[in-house]
């Protein structure tokens, strides 16, 4: 139980951690100049939210199947 604390607190804290992250391709960076500072950082912060979504995804399945496998075999 306190691995599995440890691992979600160092992912909480890598979550608060962050640097500056440019998500945009070539042609959503020149858009992004073309529109000011502060339309380019909702822009940057909506396709950061959109390729995170599918991750959350992944992990929320794999976890419902991986405690479903574990179920199984007791």
Do not use: H
Not at 8 to 27: E, K, N, P, R, Y
Not at 40 to 56: D, E, S, T
Request: hydrophobic share 50%; net charge positive.
């Amino acid at each position: 139980m306190k691995k599995y604390l440890l691992t979600i607190f160092f992912i909480a804290v890598l979550g608060f951690i962050t640097s500056d992250v440019a998500a945009q391709c070539s042609i959503c960076t020149k858009t992004a100049m073309q529109l000011g500072a502060r339309p380019a950082q909702g822009l940057n912060a909506g396709i950061l939210y959109l390729v995170a979504i599918p991750y959350i995804a992944i992990v929320v399945i794999g976890y419902k199947w991986w405690k479903s496998q574990k179920g199984q075999e007791g």
